[in-house]
């Protein structure tokens, strides 16, 4: 397997700084899975709390009771996908749910740190205007009229700003749940692109923190930073920086925590959710690392949920994860969402140099080694996720990405943003599913509604092709160009 050139450079500087968990110099084989994967395999949540996978599509009318009988609740019940998660069962209760005919699996619900892609910038930022009030911009003006736009080399390395020139900005007809900390739907980048009504939180134990930091604010209220930087690579009505819409909906779903941590089962019950909402783009910037063999209910659970969301007519993007990870030579290991049904899986590029904080860049399609999972059986397309290094956040900041910051920060925020930066510098893979998604909400706006099979065939066929030819372990089948995807450049 060849690797690019500066692959090849960023492991031998992964190697020079004894990272944990990187990569050794030979692949790892079927039986000796990557390192850093393993280490992130769950615990369990807590010992008395369980997801419950039926073996057909409907959970049980009798389900309640026979959970009653055995000492514990229903919490969750997923009818449409046959999952349930029961809370107040000892070891031994759950081993005698799990002998029902119709029940497949009873497996520990998991508690992860998601592994948010959400480096802190550090670095100066001297040229930043704080908090300094920023008109709204005018919803005419091109989203290259954005106060910082001159920064964002990521747009233009995807051909955005060619498909804004012919016309496409979006609509607000196009719905794009953002499943993740939340969202500062105060922002006045997202001024009308925020739908509050339908947004919710899964999260019940932040609320209280919300309001008692926050008075007044909802409790989708993001205190991490994370769902927020997404969506403003989503949509954005330009007044700080340029997305890849300038005109959509978004609903935020919150599913994790600020530190960035969440349940898998409030996970599905977040993506259901956005589901029966019928929205057209789900983006989920986050994963978990399941062993096939341990917890092959909730891979299955998974699966059933990406497959609804499918039928739904909804486009699941997620990503390959920021563990460096060879996802062909993982032996029982799935990441998740990333590998799942009908899932657009991306992986993460970004510059190798440049000459200021406005460029030019050099080489911003260089596969980011330092961070970026890979692997043809998962990787459908790469995307921007910027330069950097989680073992050393001060160094490779020369090529990162540009993101809103939210008001309402906790402890667990990017050091920009607490230091009251307006914009920060975030990089992985979550920013890339979020140019993704981005992509997928105009195509919508396109192609119409409730097609996620042709969009997904048209964002893989119109990636500019890159590494070996085809489908290439780091980039899929290439880097995502919106332009050619809207059929503005052949």
């Not at 979020?434 to 195509?443: E, I, K, N, R, T």
């Amino acid at each position: 397997m060849t690797r690019s050139p500066w692959r090849l450079v960023a492991l031998a500087a992964l190697t020079a700084l004894g990272v944990q968990g990187c990569r050794e110099q030979r692949l790892p084989t079927e039986e000796t899975p990557t390192s850093s994967l393993v280490a992130r395999v769950a615990s369990a949540e807590q010992p008395n709390r369980y997801l419950v996978v039926f073996t057909g599509d409907r959970v049980a009318q009798d389900f309640d009771a026979r959970v009653s009988r055995l000492g514990g609740s229903v919490e969750t019940s997923l009818d449409s996908i046959g999952v349930a998660t029961v809370t107040g069962l000892t070891p031994s209760a759950a081993a005698a749910l799990s002998v029902g005919t119709d029940i497949q699996a009873v497996e520990p619900d998991r508690l992860m740190d998601v592994h948010l892609a959400g480096a802190d910038a550090g670095g100066t930022f001297d040229d930043l205007s704080g908090n300094a009030t920023v008109a709204v911009a005018d919803a005419a003006a091109s989203p290259t009229a954005a106060q910082y736009y001159a920064r964002q080399w990521n747009m233009r390395a995807i051909f955005a700003d060619q498909a804004w020139a012919a016309g496409y900005l979006g609509s607000h007809d196009v719905r794009v749940a953002i499943l993740d900390t939340g969202l500062d739907y105060t922002l006045q980048d997202f001024d009308g692109l925020i739908d509050i009504g339908n947004s919710k939180s899964f999260v019940p134990e932040e609320d209280p923190v919300v309001s008692e930091r926050y008075p007044g604010r909802l409790p989708i209220s993001d205190l991490n930073s994370h769902g927020t930087a997404m969506a403003s690579i989503i949509g954005s009505n330009g007044s700080r920086l340029a997305a890849v819409n300038q005109n959509v909906t978004m609903i935020a779903v919150k599913v994790w925590n600020r530190y960035g941590e969440g349940s898998f089962a409030r996970f599905l019950s977040g993506l259901l959710y956005a589901t029966d909402l019928k929205v057209d783009v789900i983006n989920v910037s986050g994963f978990w690392a399941f062993d096939k063999a341990k917890d092959h209910g909730i891979v299955a659970a998974a699966n059933r949920a990406a497959n609804y969301a499918f039928r739904n007519g909804a486009v699941l993007v997620s990503v390959a994860g920021n563990d460096a990870s060879d996802l062909d030579h993982n032996g029982s290991l799935v990441v998740l969402p990333c590998q799942a049904a009908h899932v657009i899986c991306a992986s993460a590029t970004g510059p190798t140099a440049n000459s200021g904080v406005n460029g030019p860049w050099e080489n911003v399609d260089a596969s980011v080694t330092l961070y970026s999972s890979y692997g043809r059986s998962a990787i459908d397309v790469a995307a921007p996720g910027g330069t950097g290094d989680f073992a050393d956040p001060t160094r490779l900041q020369f090529g990162r990405i540009w993101t809103l910051c939210t008001t309402t920060n906790s402890e667990a925020s990017f050091r920009a943003c607490l230091a009251g930066r307006p914009i920060a510098q975030p990089f992985g893979t979550s920013l890339s599913a979020a140019h993704v998604s981005g992509l997928a909400a105009l195509l919508v706006a396109q192609l119409g509604h409730g097609k996620p099979a042709s969009i997904r065939e048209r964002i893989i066929q119109s990636a500019d092709d890159l590494g070996e030819p085809g489908t290439d372990p780091y980039y899929g089948k290439g880097r995502i160009n919106v332009a050619r995807a809207l059929g503005v450049i052949p």
